[in-house]
Nanobody
Framework: QVQLVESGGGLVQPGGSLRLSCAAS??????YSWYRQAPGKQRDLVAT???????NYADSVKGRFTISRDNAKNTVYLQMNSLKPEDTAVYYC????????WGQGTQVTVSS
């Protein structure tokens, strides 16, 4: 059974940092992504990493967020620095093998 379990969300002040983790099990995934969804808005792609380590980022997070993966641990990370209030959202892990899978989401709130 495939599972994606996110962790690391929470409340942080503007300018602060958080690191999200997504531990995957049950399959080998070629592509991982992080998405986010703010209240009343659509779910948007934040960052993607392929099995060869190629990465892509939304313009809004370039230079502030870093996606990485540890293939030995089947885990993907999202390091988020210089956080802004507009980064507040539920962050979802996405993984693709022969099928696509979603995690349950973790709340990130950036507020003073």
């Amino acid at each position: 059974q495939v599972q994606l379990v996110e962790s690391g969300g929470g409340l942080v002040q503007p300018g602060g940092s958080l690191r999200l983790s997504c531990a995957a099990s049950g399959s080998i995934f070629s592509i991982y992504s992080w998405y986010r969804q703010a209240p009343g808005k659509q779910r948007d792609l934040v960052a993607t990493i392929t099995d060869s380590g190629n990465t892509n980022y939304a313009d809004s997070v370039k230079g502030r967020f870093t996606i990485s993966r540890d293939n030995a641990k089947n885990t993907v990370y999202l390091q988020m620095n210089s956080l802004k209030p507009e980064d507040t959202a539920v962050y979802y892990c996405y993984a693709r093998s022969m099928r696509t899978y979603w995690g349950q989401g973790t709340q990130v709130t950036v507020s003073s």
